[in-house]
């Protein structure tokens, strides 16, 4: 169990072809009005993504991904009062978001797609998110494979920090992420979210990412069904295992969740 307040990052996807909300605010004024609606109902941090990364997803270049991120981030910045993650691999877009006041990188990568990420990083010195894939979005999920699923991911997030460190990021602003749905088949993601603990062993923050994803209706044979409250109840789970910070769809349902959980484990009984 995880002491100090735990964030829920709400997601913003400003992409036509993400896996669950696809096309849903690519228009600058759709994504800037779910923003707002974002943090009023809740959210710490706001994650912005120009680029799907579901599995089987193309790349697109730097400038698309830059053209659609930056109408957003700007207006978000002058209105409201939120800090914005930017959800990229690519150094050239964390460069211009980060001149536009971008708060966290969130490299799904871990550093290792852009070899100029840290030292970007470094020099603006804002937080980053270090995630773990095998592989990329376009083929992780082609031969998953682990030995030693835990130790696996830990080793690779180890190399992500090192990498980090060395560039002159500070500790205190390294995020780590597990990386559920990235290249890991369903068991895995479950054996990830029973292993957060592993993870805190770093001293580190720890961010689960599982929002409606395939760990949730690949369990289910109506693929129809809601995943909301399966997707609510392992986020619940992975705070109760250590995790800091989670990144959801729905933030309200997922606040209102989160203060009665947090309020119980304040209490002592947990």
Not at 131 to 158: A, C, W
Not at 211 to 227: A, C, G, P, V
Not at 239 to 263: F, P, S, T
Request: charged share 25%; hydrophobic share 40%; glycine share 8%.
């Amino acid at each position: 169990m995880s002491t100090g307040r735990k964030q829920i990052m709400g997601i913003l996807n400003v992409t036509p072809d993400s896996f669950h909300d696809g096309g849903k605010y690519y228009s600058a004024e759709d994504a800037f009005m779910h923003a707002a609606e974002l943090e009023k109902e809740g959210a710490d941090i706001i994650d912005i993504g120009g680029e799907s990364s579901r599995p089987g997803a193309v790349p697109v270049c730097a400038q698309e991904e830059i053209d659609r991120i930056l109408p957003v981030l700007i207006r978000i910045k002058k209105n409201l009062n939120i800090k914005v993650s930017i959800d990229t691999v690519k150094a050239e877009v964390a460069e211009h978001c980060l001149n536009e006041g971008a708060d966290i990188i969130n490299d799904i990568s871990g550093f290792m797609h852009d070899k100029k990420m840290p030292e970007v990083v470094s020099r603006f010195g804002c937080e980053a998110v270090l995630m773990h894939m095998k592989g990329t979005p376009e083929n992780m999920q082609n031969n998953v494979f682990y030995e030693n699923l835990i130790e696996e991911i830990r080793f690779s997030l180890d190399k992500s920090v090192e990498t980090a460190l060395a560039a002159g990021i500070k500790k205190e602003r390294i995020i780590i992420d597990p990386g559920i749905g990235f290249g890991k088949e369903v068991k895995h993601n479950y054996e990830i979210i029973n292993s957060i603990g592993e993870f805190k062993k770093s001293g580190l923050r720890v961010l689960i990412g599982l929002s409606q994803k395939s760990l949730i209706w690949k369990l289910y044979e109506d693929k129809s069904i809601d995943r909301l409250p399966a997707t609510i109840a392992l986020n619940m789970i992975s705070i109760y295992n250590g995790a800091d910070i989670i990144r959801v769809h729905d933030v309200k349902q997922h606040r209102l969740a989160l203060d009665a959980v947090e309020y119980l484990m304040e209490t002592g009984v947990l």
